[in-house]
């Protein structure tokens, strides 16, 4: 290998070995006695001999420091630019290694790439736009966006706005409503998870419209302005629609004005004693949690709300929830 060393005279030393064949390693020194060794190699070494040599480093060290290395801590190898992308952030920046064996879907729409991962531990992962939606595993979502088996759905009006994977209709459909609709603008979405996320949707993605369920493939804003127009109530509006907003409407000018512009609208739909289900962020980002609440009492009618917090299993992080209500206005 050949060996490259810069020495600062207060700032330690930098060494650099690179092999023939790309390999190389980064030595780094600080004054204060912190030691980094970076290791990279293209597609040379396997899993076990990287530890093999990782170990010959590490007793190395210890030999040179005469075992007056205090603390040792190595992290795993990143593999980048592998077949198969096993990195995605978490909501709050933080980056997450899945166990993805397989991508099992993969497909470009009119408004988002579509990605269905098999993981492990999680089974299939809906991934859309670069964003975790919902994993098989992640049961715990529904039942919270559905308010945690504290509602009665039997003879209900209920409204789904997004909820592509189906698992929310599924579930729903389970407790005898009088008439769900879900309204979900990519239909690709439902024909990646029709047939690969099942353990999620059932079979109720195979038709659009059920004995008590319809799904209709349309921008919901249209629809809910629709709805408002004719006076149609409901029992349940649930709001189950991606993190970056999808929409046709030129009225999106931001993400906060598109986000109060669904809660007016799903508010002019909603019965007096109707709730408002939604998804809310990572209990870590504070300031975007508070800022949605800010926009809560922002609506053209007064408004209550209650939150909890749920732990999604594939999001590897705590999640709120909210649940949102007309406040009476009996004088």
């Not at 092999?19 to 293209?42: E, T, W």
Request: net charge negative.
């Amino acid at each position: 290998m050949t060996e490259t060393i810069h020495n600062w005279e207060d700032h330690g030393y930098l060494a650099t070995y690179v092999s023939k064949n790309g390999s190389f390693a980064n030595l780094r020194i600080y004054p204060h006695g912190l030691v980094l060794v970076d290791v990279q190699s293209c597609n040379d070494l396997s899993g076990g001999e990287i530890e093999q040599l990782l170990n010959k480093i590490e007793e190395r060290m210890k030999e040179l420091c005469h075992r007056n290395i205090k603390r040792v801590k190595r992290l795993p190898a990143i593999v980048r630019g592998d077949a198969i992308d096993k990195y995605w952030p978490t909501a709050d920046g933080r980056l997450v290694e899945y166990d993805i064996d397989e991508v099992v879907y993969d497909e470009e729409s009119a408004y988002q790439n579509i990605k269905i991962l098999h993981s492990k531990q999680f089974g299939n992962i809906l991934i859309l736009s670069g964003d975790v939606n919902l994993a098989e595993s992640d049961l715990a979502y529904t039942q919270a966006i559905m308010g945690s088996g504290k509602e009665d759905y039997t003879d209900k009006e209920v409204l789904i706005l997004g909820g592509g994977d189906g698992g929310i209709l599924y579930e729903i459909v389970k407790l005898k409503p009088k008439m769900v609709t879900m309204v979900e603008i990519d239909q690709m979405v439902i024909d990646g998870c029709r047939k690969y996320m099942r353990k999620t949707c059932g079979d109720v993605l195979d038709n659009l419209k059920g004995e008590c369920y319809q799904v209709l493939i349309e921008d919901c804003i249209p629809v809910l302005k629709r709805y408002a127009k004719e006076e149609r109530m409901f029992d349940y509006v649930i709001n189950d629609l991606t993190a970056v907003p999808i929409s046709t409407s030129p009225e999106e000018d931001s993400t906060w004005e598109f986000l109060r512009m669904i809660l007016d609208l799903s508010m002019k739909v909603l019965k007096p004693d109707g709730k408002y289900f939604t998804q809310g962020n990572c209990v870590n980002l504070t300031e975007a949690l508070t800022l949605y609440e800010e926009q809560l009492g922002r609506l053209y009618c007064p408004v209550a709300f209650s939150k909890e917090v749920v732990c999604v299993p594939s999001y590897m992080e705590l999640w709120v929830f909210y649940t949102i209500w007309k406040k009476r206005t009996d004088v």
